[in-house]
Structures are given as structure tokens and as C-alpha cells.
Nanobody, 124 residues
Framework: VQLVESGGGLVQPGGSLRLSCAAS????????FTWFRQTPGKAREGVSC????????RYEESAEGRFTISVDKTKKTVDLQMSSVREEDTAVYFC??????????????????WGTGTAVTVSS
């Protein structure tokens, strides 16, 4: 089982970045996926969720209207399009998966698989 994130890097405030999570080793169709982020000294927080069961999505308040989560069931990837980024979006972003037959959200405790993270730095 693997979740591999990619797409992190340095971006200027107001810019855009697209993160991708490639899943393998489990039946993608029965899972919900959540992007989390974490900065030093702070608790990990859920940013956005998508459930393959019904296509529902959910966004953390500060991400609403700026980030878009999407799924490609053929490629088995979950992307997070980040736009109008802010310095406070700087964090390590993690992709996580949980077998889930209900709409989003999914609690962190229910996550079964985690990626190793990709770092995003928003700075001018």
C-alpha cells in the first residue's frame, strides 16, 4: 500500500500550486481521501476531503473557495489545486485514505493509510 504525494515547493503569495497523491495497493473505489497539513508546533489539520462513495467534498474554512480537491479514478490520484495561496498555507501536506462508505468528512482517527508528505512554502 502506498500513498505518494508530489507537487510541493516554493510559491509566492497569491500564486497557485497543484499537489497530487498517487495511490496504489488497495481498492481505490471504496476509500475517502483527505489532505492534511502540519506546521512545526501545531496540530495536524484536515484541509480537504473527497469521498469516492458519493463524490462529496469538504473544505476547511480557510481553504474554502481557494482550494479544489479532485479525483482521477483511472489514474488513482487525488489532487489538491491550491490557488490564491497565503503565507499561512506554508506546511507539510499529507494525503491520507480511509475505507469509507459515507460522505465527507472523515476523522483523522479513521485514516488507515498515510503518505510521507510534501512541503509547501509560500513566501515572496
Amino acid at each position: 500500500v502506498q500513498l505518494v504525494e508530489s507537487g510541493g515547493g516554493l510559491v509566492q503569495p497569491g500564486g497557485s500550486l497543484r499537489l497530487s497523491c498517487a495511490a496504489s495497493g488497495f481498492d481505490f473505489r471504496y476509500y475517502a481521501f483527505t489532505w492534511f497539513r502540519q506546521t512545526p508546533g501545531k496540530a495536524r489539520e484536515g484541509v480537504s476531503c473527497v469521498a469516492n462513495s458519493d463524490g462529496s467534498t469538504r473544505y476547511e474554512e480557510s481553504a474554502e473557495g481557494r482550494f479544489t480537491i479532485s479525483v482521477d479514478k483511472t489514474k488513482k490520484t487525488v489532487d489538491l489545486q491550491m490557488s490564491s495561496v497565503r503565507e499561512e498555507d506554508t506546511a507539510v501536506y499529507f494525503c491520507a485514505a480511509a475505507v469509507w462508505d459515507r460522505p465527507c468528512p472523515v476523522d483523522e482517527i479513521d485514516m488507515e493509510y498515510w503518505g510521507t508528505g510534501t512541503a509547501v512554502t509560500v513566501s515572496s
